[in-house]
């Protein structure tokens, strides 16, 4: 199970911090990443990270703003989104790099402008 946490109303230029607890999987092994889907739009990639978190990647639409981090130990992923922009609203949700696990319910992001 996917529990992604942490957002909600944030204005534009703020910070905010994401997290998802996985339960059940293999989290400390796998190459994990979050995902974002704005209304009206697909899903998109956002950022990843290896499982022993030294290799990371980020779309280039949140690179230098959004830094991906993970806690093998808690089995958490999270997401430091900083310089927030009202174009990064959506729900995000965590997966592994390829969503080969059930999707969670996410958690919406909204930007105020």
């Known amino acids: 199970q996917l529990q992604a946490s942490g957002g909600g109303l944030v204005q534009a230029g703020g910070s905010l911090r994401l997290s998802c607890a996985a339960s059940?999987?293999?989290?400390?092994?796998?190459?994990m990443a979050w995902f974002r889907q704005a209304p009206g739009k697909e899903r998109e990639f956002v950022a990843s990270?290896?499982?022993?978190?030294?290799?990371?990647h980020y779309a280039d639409s949140v690179k230098g703003r959004f830094t991906i981090s993970r806690d093998n130990a808690k089995s958490t992923l999270f997401l430091q989104m900083n310089s927030v922009k009202p174009e990064d609203m959506a729900v995000y949700y965590c997966?592994?790099?390829?969503?080969?696990?059930?999707w969670g319910q996410g958690t919406l992001v909204t930007v105020s402008s």
């Open positions: 997966n592994t790099r390829s969503g080969l696990w059930l």
């Open positions: 059940g999987h293999a989290f400390s092994s796998t190459r």
């Open positions: 990270i290896s499982w022993t978190g030294d290799n990371t």
